[in-house]
């Protein structure tokens, strides 16, 4: 599963994010769930940036390089990354039928 993050022009490079339903079952923390779904910006940033992979070279982003990226959205592209990534999410975590 994948959902593109639309990043700013200037931010470069651009990143996506990737989901693996294993990896995110098996790493994703429930203060961090609850923390999306409550819309802490920290956590949708610090969140987003573990999953995020290079859109040019399809290489996984250092996470303290995602953060910067991340850090350059502005607030409404930031939860609809953050809404995407929920769905996608629940997706992983309940297959749909």
């Known amino acids: ?52 992979f290079d859109t040019d070279t399809g290489e996984k982003l250092d996470p303290a390089v995602a953060v910067k990226i991340i850090g350059k959205m502005t607030i409404a592209k930031l939860a609809e990354a953050s809404e995407s990534f929920l769905r996608e999410l629940e997706n992983a975590a309940v297959p749909p039928k």
């Open 1 to 52: 599963m994948t959902d593109e993050v639309v990043t700013p022009e200037a931010a470069k490079p651009a990143l996506i994010v990737r989901l693996n339903r294993a990896t995110v079952l098996a790493e994703l923390e429930v203060d961090e769930i609850i923390g999306l779904q409550e819309g802490v910006i920290r956590t949708m940033r610090d969140v987003l940036s573990r999953y995020s």
